[in-house]
C-alpha cells in the first residue's frame, strides 16, 4: 500500500519566518505534488515534479519553493511566511496515469 | 479560472436512498476523471475514475458517468451509508498527470 508521509501533521509560525514542509514517499513514484486546500477553494496545485531536480510551477505558485534532491522527497518552502498562506497543505505522490495517492495533510497556521 | 467546479457545496440524504454528486468541467483536453473522498483530519483518498473513452463506470455502490459533450461529470452512490459522510472531490487530467480538482461537496447521510 502506498503510503506518502507528511512531516507535521500541525504546524504554527511567525510572519516572515522560512517555513519547510517535507514530504515522503514510498513507492518509487517519479510524480509529486503539492496543494493546498482552503474551504470554497477546494485544493489547489501550488508545485509539482516529474523527476528527481525537477520542478514545475502549478496554478499558485507565488510565494512558494520547492524542493526534490531525492525520488522519494518533495519539500515545499515558504521563503518567508504570511498569514495568507494560513491553510491546510497536502502532498500527493503518484506513478504516471495512476490516481494521486495523499498524505494526511499539515495544519499550517502563520500568526 | 477553475477549470473543475463543483456547485454544490452540500448534499444531504436519508441513508438507504441515492447520493448524486455533480461536478463540471471547461477544458476539453482533460481525459481521465476522477473522484476522491476525504474524511476530517486525512488526505483524500482515491475513490473511482473513468477515462474520456466511456461514459459509465462502476464499482460496488460507487457509479460514476461521463457526458462528454455537455462536460459533466456525475458520482452516484447507492444505497447510500452513513460511512459515506465526507467530502468528495472530483478531478480532472490532461493524459493523467498533474490533475485539476473542484471545491468539493460536503455529503452528509442521515441515519
Known amino acids: 500500500d502506498v503510503k506518502v508521509t507528511q512531516s507535521s501533521r500541525y504546524l504554527v509560525k511567525r510572519t516572515g519566518e522560512k517555513v519547510f514542509l517535507e514530504c515522503v514517499q514510498d513507492?518509487?513514484?517519479?510524480?509529486m505534488f503539492w496543494y493546498r486546500q482552503d474551504p470554497g477553494l477546494g485544493l489547489r496545485l501550488i508545485y509539482f515534479?516529474?523527476?528527481?531536480?525537477?520542478?514545475e510551477k502549478g496554478d499558485i505558485p507565488e510565494g512558494y519553493s520547492v524542493s526534490r534532491e531525492k525520488k522519494e522527497r518533495f519539500s515545499l518552502i515558504l521563503e518567508s511566511a504570511s498569514t495568507n498562506q494560513t491553510s491546510m497543505y497536502l502532498c500527493a505522490s503518484q506513478a504516471p496515469n495512476q490516481p494521486q495517492h495523499f498524505g494526511d495533510g499539515t495544519r499550517l497556521s502563520i500568526l | 479560472d477553475q477549470q473543475v467546479k463543483q456547485n454544490s457545496p452540500s448534499l444531504s440524504v436519508q441513508e438507504g436512498r441515492i447520493s448524486i454528486l455533480n461536478c463540471d468541467y471547461t477544458n476539453s483536453m482533460f481525459d481521465y476523471f476522477l473522484w476522491y473522498k476525504k474524511y476530517p483530519a486525512e488526505g483524500p483518498t482515491f475513490l473511482i475514475s473513468i477515462s474520456s473513452i466511456k461514459d459509465k463506470n462502476e464499482d460496488g455502490r460507487f457509479t460514476v458517468f461521463l457526458n462528454k459533450s455537455a462536460k459533466h461529470l456525475s458520482l452516484h452512490i447507492v444505497p447510500s451509508q452513513p460511512g459515506d459522510s465526507a467530502v468528495y472531490f472530483c478531478a480532472a487530467s490532461d493524459q493523467g498527470n498533474d490533475m485539476r480538482f473542484g471545491a468539493g461537496t460536503r455529503l452528509t447521510v442521515k441515519p
Open positions: 515534479s516529474y523527476d528527481v531536480k525537477m520542478k
Open positions: 513507492m518509487d513514484h517519479e510524480n
